[in-house]
């Protein structure tokens, strides 16, 4: 499945891309430059993940790359799901097993192969992606979820190369954001929880039931086991019932 973009578009998703040894984390390395900007790493030595914690980010053993663009005046709440459909296109030019679990992760044959963290400035959104590309089975044991690489899976990549098409990627999916042109119907059909029994766990409770879909603000919309409706927001965690 190869990701086509308009004709039109092509010139405006011009990018630098700087590839580094090592840094602290990629987003904030970008929060020091200009934007329309990315940068990719061998190594970070503090990875960050969502809601705090820390991302597994050894030397060679994954992408990890940010890519920083103009802050959006509206539709913030949709970027991680806007992200998240361009990173898993790109991906699917090499297996159509990868989807999206809501809001920012990356699966592959059922197993957590990246992530995504977006962050904002005054006046830029930061797009970090991490993806999984050459760890070891026995290098991802002990994680809070059931992880996977690409290598394990039977995908080889060329970083550099998958690199450069997720960053116009996100840059080309970020335009139709600000334009109010991307569907959430886009991020549903590769989102594999969707229909599916669920149990959301939120800072105070637990709670399960069917996810039934995604809002226009991006939230995840479940009808619990008693058949309340309720909008749950990025900061839960999601799982399979």
Not at 27 to 37: A, S, V, W
Not at 136 to 155: P, V, Y
Request: proline share 2%; aromatic share 10%.
């Amino acid at each position: 499945m190869e990701l086509k973009f308009p004709k039109k578009w092509r010139e405006s998703l011009s990018l630098k891309i700087r590839f580094l040894k090592k840094v602290d984390s990629t987003n904030d390395y970008l929060k020091l430059y200009e934007t329309n900007f990315a940068v990719v790493a061998d190594f970070q030595e503090k990875g960050k993940g969502r809601n705090g914690r820390t991302w597994k980010s050894e030397e060679g053993k994954g992408l990890y790359m940010s890519v920083s663009l103009p802050k959006p005046k509206k539709f913030l709440t949709l970027a991680s799901l806007c992200c998240g459909v361009a990173v898993v296109k790109v991906l699917k030019k090499y297996s159509n097993e990868f989807t999206l679990k809501w809001p920012n992760d990356i699966y592959l044959n059922g197993k957590k192969a990246g992530g995504i963290l977006v962050e904002t400035t005054k006046n830029k959104i930061i797009y970090g992606i991490g993806i999984n590309l050459y760890y070891k089975r026995h290098e991802l044991q002990n994680l809070e979820h059931q992880a996977t690489s690409l290598i394990e899976e039977g995908i080889r990549t060329n970083r550099s190369i998958l690199a450069m098409e997720i960053a116009h990627a996100v840059k080309f999916y970020h335009q139709k954001l600000e334009r109010g042109e991307f569907q959430i119907g886009e991020f549903e059909k590769h989102c594999f929880i969707i229909g599916r029994k669920i149990k959301v766990i939120k800072r105070n409770c637990t709670i399960e039931g069917k996810a039934l879909g995604v809002d226009a603000e991006g939230f995840l919309v479940v009808e619990t086991s008693n058949g309340k409706i309720e909008r749950i927001f990025t900061d839960a965690s999601v799982r399979l019932a």
